[in-house]
C-alpha cells in the first residue's frame, strides 16, 4: 500500500498545529523553542510529501529539506545559547521576564 499525500498534510498538519499551540500558550523559553522546532519539522514533512507526489524521481524536495534541518539546527543553537545566558542573568527562563531590551 502508497502512502498517499493527505496522509503527509494531515499529520504535517497536526505538527504545525500542536507547535503553535505551544508557542502561543507558552511562558517557557524552551518549550517555545521546541516549538517552533515542531512547526520547522511539519514543513519538512510537506516538503518530503510534495516531493514525493509531483516528482519521484528528483530530490529537489529531499535538498530543501536538508537546508531546513541545517537551518533549525543553527536556530536551536542560537536560541538555547540566548536562552542560557538570560538565565544566568535573570534566574529564570520565563518569556515576561524578558524585558532587557525595553526603555
Not at 504535517?12 to 522546532?37: D, Q, W
Not at 530530490?59 to 537551518?71: A, C, D, E, L, P
Amino acid at each position: 500500500m502508497e502512502l498517499q499525500l493527505q496522509y503527509f498534510l494531515l499529520l504535517a498538519a497536526a505538527l504545525f498545529c500542536i507547535g503553535i499551540y505551544g508557542l502561543v500558550t507558552s511562558r517557557n523559553a524552551v518549550r517555545v523553542l521546541m516549538s517552533i522546532e515542531l512547526m520547522l519539522n511539519a514543513v519538512n514533512l510537506n516538503l518530503m510529501g510534495f516531493s514525493n507526489f509531483m516528482d519521484s524521481a528528483g530530490i529537489k524536495g529531499q535538498v530543501f529539506t536538508v537546508f531546513v534541518i541545517t537551518v533549525a539546527a543553527a536556530e536551536a543553537a542560537v536560541g538555547l545559547a540566548i536562552v542560557l545566558s538570560i538565565y544566568r542573568n535573570r534566574d529564570t527562563v520565563d518569556m515576561e521576564q524578558f524585558n532587557l531590551l525595553k526603555w
